[in-house]
């Protein structure tokens, strides 16, 4: 799945490839603008999860193509900013009534 996810989201404008990290981290494919991931794609057990952090649901795909028609159509739904995002929290600076921490 896998190599599947990568020739689909590898040159597609929007998604980057985020390696695992951490003892329990897990590699993912990531959509979105100024580092958020709005869409995130993993595989799973030879399906493809993936998770839609605007309504905090998950898919689960089969086949890499069933996953290349679900982008096809709502992709687009995820463009831009998050609602967080606009108030400034994805361009580092601090969201409405979040204070500052040290150093900033």
Do not use: K, Q
Not at 18 to 36: Q, S
């Amino acid at each position: 799945m896998w190599t599947g996810l990568g020739a689909i989201l590898g040159d597609r404008l929007g998604w980057y490839f985020a390696p695992p990290h951490g003892t329990h981290g897990e590699a993912m494919w990531c959509f979105g603008l100024a580092g958020e991931a709005r869409l995130v794609a993993t595989a799973v057990e030879g399906e493809c999860c993936l998770h839609d952090h605007d309504s905090d649901t998950d898919l689960l795909f089969d086949h890499p193509i069933d996953f290349e028609v679900w982008l096809a159509e709502h992709e687009r739904e995820h463009d831009g900013l998050s609602r967080l995002g606009e108030v400034g929290g994805a361009l580092g600076a601090p969201a409405r009534g979040v204070e500052e921490g040290p150093g900033g």
